[in-house]
């Protein structure tokens, strides 16, 4: 009796502290949430949106809706992690940021499956930066900070932070108010993120051509044309190349 009442008791737990489905969504214009997110289907918060609350997911975006949203806005103590695939699958990135430009981070139209979630202590205020959070020590602030940079550098630039470049940003977050979505912006405008985010269509072709000898062992046909798009327009990697063959028919009847 007693095993099966600390079994009820972690279920429970486990319940209460999993994010709820979100009812089934459409755009539109509803109000926003006082702690939640809203997708846009255009860039820069414009268009139709929907918006959720924190504490709710979606697991499988509507029909219609799948791989079309292009901007998003953070209310509140607010995150979001986003997935490329459905149920909570494939590729992910968190945020704790507005998001005018998804292309920008290489998410247009890729998004299939998300989660709200409260976020940390920060909180979000579209008018100012992160500031210092009351009740906290500056050691505790700093070491935030750093967590900011860390992601921001490993997300933009697919590295840690050199220690001055760390020194740099952590004194910005700090001393000066930035978001990390500023943090993001000086990197992404950074000589190293353009050497790095410079594609050239040669480039995207044989990106796309060692996808398809890793998953068909041959060479790509016309319809690679369309991956090679993925690849210049949407950052896509090798890795998410073939990911999205392995969906194909090709790779099932192979199987």
């Keep these: ?4 009442s600390m079994m009820a008791v972690l279920v429970g737990a486990i319940l209460v502290g999993a ?4 009812a089934a969504q459409q755009w539109g214009r509803e109000p ?4 939640g997110a809203c997708f846009y289907r255009e860039p ?3 268009g139709d949106y929907f918006c959720v609350a924190a504490g709710e997911a979606v697991r499988d975006m509507p029909n219609g809706m799948n791989d079309k949203v292009s901007s998003i806005q953070i209310f509140g103590r607010a995150e979001v992690t986003v997935f490329q695939d459905r149920s909570f699958e494939g590729r992910a990135i968190r945020f704790d940021y507005d998001v005018p430009d998804l292309r920008r981070e290489g998410w247009n139209d890729l998004i299939s499956s ?5 976020g940390s202590y920060y909180g979000h205020d579209h008018s100012r930066g992160y500031g210092r959070g ?6 505790e602030y700093n070491s935030n900070a750093d967590l900011i940079v860390r992601r921001a550098y490993q997300d933009i630039l697919d590295r840690e932070p050199d220690d001055a470049g760390l020194r740099l940003y952590r004194r910005r977050i700090v001393d000066e108010g930035w978001t990390e979505g500023q943090v993001r912006e000086a990197l992404r405008n950074s000589p190293e993120y353009r050497q ?9 072709q044989e990106i796309v051509r060692q996808a398809y000898l ?14 090679v798009s993925r690849v210049i327009n949407d950052h896509w990697t090798q890795q998410d190349v073939e990911r999205e063959l392995r969906k194909s028919p090709e790779y099932r009847n192979r199987r």
Aim: aromatic share 12%.
């Design 134 to 139: 009351q009740g906290y020590s500056g050691q």
């Design 114 to 118: 998300f989660r709200v979630r409260g």
């Design 1 to 4: 009796m007693a095993n099966r």
């Design 32 to 35: 926003t949430p006082r702690s």
């Design 44 to 46: 820069n918060f414009r």
């Design 196 to 204: 790095q985010s410079s594609m050239t269509y040669s480039r995207a």
């Design 214 to 227: 890793a998953v068909f062992q041959r060479e790509p046909d016309s319809a690679s044309r369309g991956y």
């Design 19 to 22: 994010p709820s489905i979100a």
